[in-house]
T-cell receptor, first 110, second 111 residues
Framework: DAGVTQSPTHLIKTRGQQVTLRCSPK?????VSWYQQALGQGPQFIFQ???????QRGNFPDRFSGHQFPNYSSELNVNALLLGDSALYLC?????????FGSGTRLTVV | GQNIDQPTEMTATEGAIVQINCTYQ??????LFWYQQHAGEAPTFLSY????GLEEKGRFSSFLSRSKGYSYLLLKELQMKDSASYLC????????????FGAGTRLAVHP
């Protein structure tokens, strides 16, 4: 049984560009959350999707947007990239009691 | 706010016991999680506490006091592979139980 899978694993983008990150939740999980983790910090909550709608959002600007598909997979889009967006982006899907995390996408903005 | 505080770094000796503390704001609390994260890897689930008391799982135990907004993770018989960051996370309601993390505690285990 595959866990949470994310793609790509690593990505380098230039300031001002746009990026799309992808996540497939663990089988049987229908809720997906996205987190941004800067080096040496804990994950920061970006937003959460359930039934193809954004249900909760953290303190992130509108440049960060997302989508959830009928098969529960999800995308995170970031527009007008800034150097400060460089981080590990984690996707987590929720089971009965706890979230399972993917290995993340390491985004570097240059 | 939902401030979650835990020590930044701790060191311990192989074979010893270490306790990592976590405090959080109690309003609207729904449950507390501990995750382990090795450098460059995904966080992995360790424990979940929703009621007061101690939950034991092998070498790892987690304690919760809801009234005090306090939890700790206890690691026994430390091994070198336990060197990692330990993340305290609190679940708050709002329909979908979003998880809010502390900054993490980096534990270094020495021989």
């Amino acid at each position: 049984d595959a866990g949470v899978t994310q793609s790509p694993t690593h990505l380098i983008k230039t300031r001002g560009q746009q990026v799309t990150l992808r996540c497939s939740p663990k089988s049987g999980h229908d809720t997906v959350s996205w987190y941004q983790q800067a080096l040496g910090q804990g994950p920061q909550f970006i937003f959460q999707y359930y039934e193809e709608e954004e249900r909760q959002r953290g303190n992130f600007p509108d440049r960060f947007s997302g989508h959830q598909f009928p098969n529960y997979s999800s995308e995170l889009n970031v527009n007008a990239l800034l150097l400060g967006d460089s981080a590990l982006y984690l996707c987590a899907s929720r089971g009965t009691n706890f979230y399972t995390f993917g290995s993340g996408t390491r985004l570097t903005v240059v | 706010g939902q401030n979650i505080d835990q020590p930044t770094e701790m060191t311990a000796t192989e074979g010893a016991i270490v306790q990592i503390n976590c405090t959080y704001q109690t309003s609207g609390f729904n449950g507390l999680f501990w995750y382990q994260q090795h450098a460059g890897e995904a966080p992995t689930f360790l424990s979940y506490n929703v009621l007061d008391g101690l939950e034991e799982k092998g070498r790892f135990s987690s304690f919760l006091s809801r009234s005090k907004g306090y939890s700790y993770l206890l690691l026994k018989e430390l091994q070198m592979k336990d060197s990692a960051s330990y993340l305290c996370a609190v679940s708050y309601p709002g329909g979908y139980n979003k998880l809010i993390f502390g900054a993490g505690t980096r534990l270094a285990v020495h021989p």
